[in-house]
């Protein structure tokens, strides 16, 4: 019900734009988020935004590098990354919670909120 695109592999510095499209829900989710994961270690929210109020919150390691956003009449979140660090190299993951609070949660806590995954797109920098 969560398709992520617009992985691949690009240089130290680099751009790239996820997109996480969602089927039509009977009820839209309250929140939505990107989450991403190195092999060996756990799941950790990097960006999420509010459906409603379009509200957005970001981990301290992607800060104004990446932006989330909403195209609401396509049901599509994206997320914009920008000066790309070999440290950005990990599993992109798009979730969906109806839990209004779940926006605030960040970095490992955050998964237990989220209840909807996609299968994820891989994203690597290289220096």
């Known amino acids: 019900q969560l398709v992520e695109s617009g992985g691949g592999s690009v240089q130290d510095g680099g751009s790239l734009r996820l997109s996480c499209v969602a089927s039509?829900?009977?009820?839209?989710?309250?929140?939505m988020g990107w989450f991403r994961q190195d092999p060996g270690k756990e799941r950790e929210k990097i960006a999420g935004?509010?459906?409603?109020?379009?509200?957005?919150t970001y981990h301290p390691s992607v800060k104004g590098r990446f932006t989330i956003s909403q195209n609401d009449g396509l049901h599509t979140v994206s997320l914009q990354m920008s000066r790309l660090k070999p440290d950005d190299t990990a599993t992109y993951y798009c979730?969906?919670?109806?839990?209004?609070?779940?926006?605030?949660?960040?970095?490992?806590?955050?998964?237990?909120?989220?209840?909807?995954w996609g299968d994820g797109t891989q994203v690597t920098v290289s220096s």
């Open positions: 979730a969906a919670s109806w839990d209004v609070t779940a926006n605030a949660a960040l970095g490992r806590i955050a998964q237990p909120w989220f209840g909807y």
């Open positions: 039509k829900y009977v009820y839209t989710p309250k929140c």
């Open positions: 935004i509010r459906t409603d109020t379009g509200s957005t």
